[in-house]
């Protein structure tokens, strides 16, 4: 084919790249790629010029994806050339313009020759190397943005594309038909257009994202004058103490971090309610630790256990309490429902140091329980799959702080941290609970009790994946 | 007038035994090229063609070499008289391309990343389990399935 053999490639100013300017999204969860390369394939959606267009599959589950605008008309919004979202934030163009209060976007033509002259000029500048400034480089986030971000790459949106004939009912191809069989979404926000998109103009997405933004209020403090610990959940096992210290410590005298990490949390308390609270002020929808998005929330005390006895006050601390009753799972986790506990003999007398083999429970009685509905179940000790004597209860412990004889023994069997509902909320400090975790995970706690699970669980539930890019691209000139 | 050389074409013997059969898949062949495409897709409505074709092509490769019914002789007739796809054949011929579907399904340059086509994947290696190929429209011809 003597298509483009003979002219000269530079003269019609026409784009050419060798990589195409894509989201962690967009590229998918498999960092490897295979990926054609065809110059001049399609005209950008944008600005209507040819353009290299780049075309992968990303992931195994994803309909195969091209790029869609050029990447000059790329760099005017720094977005993702496929999507058209903010490549730092994951933002659609005009909920980040606002966000961050950019202006420029009066500036870009957006009709006919004007939008192409200048188009060119911008390309032809690049090309020659005039370093532009790109007032994208220059941003400091800001609060706003912060919140807004998206910090996990979404694959939902490689899906395939719903069948037309699906919906009709008249889908022969059946089981090989590669696009989904699900009826389509209705509504608002399945009327975008690109150009809108792109231009940050009417972007229904964007007036959402926005809406939802201004509604986020900052936490309530709680009425109960004495609690001074703040929740944080969504953690993963590469978050450690000393980022949320760092994290924390700005805001006042910290009297101590608690990571559970069975349940992906942490409780930080500290020496004042005004620490607390001014924590909880800065932080509450800005939460974000190595790239983890975490959700802060008020800790709730305990009640007050019939057995109390003086180790626990002898800690003399706040307890954590437990998770305020309106949490949502950050993450896919769903949080086990509540479970009701019977009657257990309460543990012996705490002042001296209490061992795995004077609990019954560890040492492989059975212990059957009331669920509400849980997806719990039955512990049985050695024998079970999941079970294992280490991860049973332990006699009931001050949710989230243990008072100090367990302190060096224990440090991690917290696994209620759910609120029960309020009925089982009395009844809830006498009974240890048997805990069956189907998702083993690695104790992150310092001080491992010798018997427990050893930490060779697979890989923590919250965490990103960060694949490299290895992309090959192959030319395919016809 | 100069004689005119016609080429008339002589049967070898044992023609008549197969030129039922290989008339039948003709007229089915003559039926599916001048069949509608509604309701159907683009490439879906060329699927017909390469089904027979490989029918045919089938049935005199089998005679010849499997069953061993026909002579050299006819085999040659019917490859030149176009009864059977020779090229086709001598792809069967070969070691793991005894099922082979058509020829499209094999050729790097018709496929992206310079591949074959998916339906000579075997079914045990591959992710989707059924497919239709978008050249013949096979379910798999890869010699182990």
Known sequence: MAHRILRDHDADGWERSDFPIVCESCLGDNPYVRMTKAEYDKECKICTRPFTVFRWRPGRDARYKKTEICQTCCKLKNVCQVCLLDLEYGLPVQARDTALNITTHDSIPKSDVNREYFAEEHDRKTRAGLDYESSFGKMRPNDTILKLQRTTPYYKRNRAHVCSFYIRGECTRGEECPYRHEMPETGELSQQNIKDRYYGVNDPVAMKLLGKAGEMGTLESPDDESIKTLYVGGLNSRILEQDLRDQFYAYGEIESIRILAEKACAFVTYTTREGAEKAAQELSNRLVVNGQRLKLMWGRPQAPRPDQDGSNQQGGVAHSGLLPRTIISQQHNQPPPMQQYYMHPPPPNQDKPYYPSMDPQRMGAVVSTQEAGGSSTESNGPSSSYMMPPHQPYPPAPYGYMPSPYQQQYPGPMHHHYAPPPAAYQSYPQQPRPESRPAPSPSAVSAPPPDNAPAGSGAPSGSSQQPPAASTTTDSSQ | ?145
């Not at chain 2, 003559?30 to 159907?40: N, P, Q």
């Not at chain 2, 019917?78 to 499209?104: F, P, V």
């Open chain 2, 1 to 145: 007038m100069p004689k005119i050389k016609t080429n008339r074409v002589k049967y070898p013997e044992g023609w008549e035994l197969i030129e039922p059969t290989l008339l039948e898949i003709e007229a089915k062949m003559r039926e599916a090229e001048i069949d509608t495409h509604d309701g159907k897709r683009k490439c879906e409505a060329l699927w017909p063609i390469f089904k027979l074709s490989h029918q045919r092509s089938r049935y005199v490769y089998d005679l010849c070499y499997r069953r061993e019914e026909i002579s050299k002789e006819l085999y040659e007739f019917c490859l030149d008289q176009n009864h059977a796809d020779r090229n086709l054949i001598a792809k069967w011929k070969k070691s793991g391309y005894e099922r082979l579907c058509c020829l499209r399904c094999i050729q790097p340059r018709d496929h992206n990343y310079g591949t074959t086509c998916v339906c000579r994947v075997p079914k045990h290696l591959r992710e989707e389990k059924v497919v239709e190929c978008v050249h013949c429209g096979c379910q798999g011809c890869a010699s182990g399935d």
